[in-house]
């Protein structure tokens, strides 16, 4: 990735990019509740779920760097991919949170840094402070931040390198018709990608066997051993989706995954972002839809989201050929279907996927369909489109 490409930015245009973020991640949010209410589906409910983690991140992201001395490294954002915070800036929350109880008795408690604050507001008048004062006054600012900064990071809470979901058992009263020889669950999870520095929410549809502790059971170490699996697996976003649901299908004895399903966050673009950046590479989804946003005449803080969801269903299960195959203790694999006909479903290794965009109402009515050749990545998609004024995101596709 070129280094130009990814830009530090200082606090001001921070907090305007943050709350940019803020906004996209709430219509995302309505979005996805709003479909929870009519289909009742676990991708909206998780999706809510998750863009619910990812704003706490950005306001424990705006805590952590808003008084941060300049000599700390100033959040990263990667312009040219995806829009979103470098995936090392997502790196910090965890190591951030892996240190916090050994950091935070070194930190004053937040009332006396206050107090402390406004003893020293009350004795340096603001026509008389010189720089020494006002770096006394952003070291309390700072010092009050990071507390409630590493106070508020909760792997329950924020969106991690690997957020973990809940294990919601399913029943075929539910609407699945599985084997009655075992028990069915729900699992999500969630992970930031290193490569294209974007959020991924994965949701898997998984069978055990009855013999078996119920994977859900208090204490039950087998989910210790099974969470350990998924982050070691799928804590990246490889892009064949089918080679992640094989692995897991190998590498659990008495569980059996039958649906996995992927949803791909990214890229934002916005004028906000992009304008007079001269440094993003012509060819970038940015750079082409710049011209896009001029003719429509939209807001600096306007923004197109896109967003994919894949998922890969097994069709059958095979199990051990040959003389001993009665006596084999291997379990039966699954056999994932992906449709030979299709090259960009074989390279995603996906049965099906559906591309959505999310873009403003002013900007979808002056898209015209010239434009679908120099921006493919529109073609094909479902146009989700929303008011500046707020409301709900409707489809106009």
Same mark, same amino acid.
């Given at each position: ?5 990814i830009?530090r930015?200082?606090?001001?245009r921070?907090t305007?990019?943050?709350?940019l973020?803020?906004r996209?991640?709430?219509d ?14 676990t991708e ?5 779920l ?7 991140t ?12 300049m000599?700390l490294?100033?959040p990263?954002i990667?312009l ?6 470098h995936?090392?800036d ?5 190591a951030? +949170?892996?240190t916090?109880?050994e950091r ?8 006396l840094l206050?107090q402390l ?5 009350m004795?340096?008048g603001s %026509?008389?402070a ?6 006394k *006054?952003n ?14 990071l909760? *792997? ?5 390198q690997?957020?973990?979901g809940?294990?919601i ?5 539910e609407?699945h018709?599985g ?5 069915s669950y729900?699992?999500?999870w969630?992970?930031?990608d290193a ?13 055990q066997?009855?013999a078996e502790?119920p994977?859900d ?6 989910y210790?051993k ?7 697996i799928a804590a ?5 989706l089918m080679a992640?649901?094989? +692995?897991?299908?190998e590498?659990f ?13 990214g890229?934002l673009v916005?004028?906000?972002l992009?304008?007079n950046i001269?440094?993003v590479?012509?060819s970038?989804?940015?750079?082409r839809l710049?011209p896009i946003?001029?003719r429509a005449?939209?807001a600096d ?12 269903m %097994?069709? +059958?299960?095979e199990?051990?050929?040959g003389l001993?195959s009665a006596? %084999?203790t291997?379990k039966?694999?699954q ?6 006909n299709?090259?960009?479903l ?6 099906a996927?559906?591309?959505?965009? *999310?873009?403003?109402?002013? *900007?979808r ?14 073609v094909?998609?479902t146009?989700?489109?929303y ?6 995101i409707?489809d106009v %596709?």
């Open positions: 990735m070129d280094a130009r490409t830009e930015m200082d606090p001001v921070y305007m990019y943050l709350n973020l803020r996209v991640f709430k995302v949010r309505r979005y996805y509740r709003a479909q929870e209410k009519v289909e009742k589906t909206a409910e998780s999706m809510a998750y863009a619910k983690k990812f704003l706490e950005i306001r424990a992201l705006r805590l952590k760097f808003l008084y941060s001395p000599y490294a100033r990263s990667d040219h991919q995806s829009g979103f915070p995936f090392y997502i790196c910090q929350l965890d951030d +949170r892996s916090r109880e935070l008795p070194k930190i004053p408690e937040t009332d206050k604050l406004l003893e020293h507001v004795s340096v %026509s008389t010189n720089e020494a004062d006002t770096e *006054l070291s309390y600012l700072w010092q009050i931040s990071e507390r409630a900064y590493l106070e508020r909760d *792997l329950r809470v924020q969106f991690f690997f957020t973990p809940k294990l058992p399913i029943t075929s009263a609407g018709d084997d009655d020889r075992r028990r729900m699992f999500s969630g992970c930031y490569e294209t520095n974007c959020p991924y929410v994965y949701i898997m549809l998984l069978e066997e009855l502790q994977l059971a208090p204490d039950n170490p087998e210790v099974f969470l350990d699996t998924v982050r070691h990246r976003a490889p892009m064949n992640i649901a094989a +692995r897991l299908d590498s004895r008495t569980l059996y995954p039958k649906a996995l399903k992927r949803l791909c966050v890229p916005s004028p906000l992009h304008k001269g440094a590479d012509p970038s989804l940015p750079a710049q946003f001029e005449d939209v803080n306007d923004y197109v989201l896109c967003f994919r969801v894949e998922y890969v %097994s069709e +059958r299960e199990r051990p050929r001993l006596l %084999s291997q039966a694999k056999i994932f279907h992906v449709p030979k299709d090259r960009e074989m390279r995603r290794g996906a049965s996927v559906v591309s959505y965009v *999310l873009m403003s109402h002013q *900007l009515q002056h898209l015209l369909e010239e434009d679908l050749a120099a921006v493919p990545e529109l094909g998609a146009y989700l489109v008011q500046t004024n707020g409301g709900e409707v %596709s």
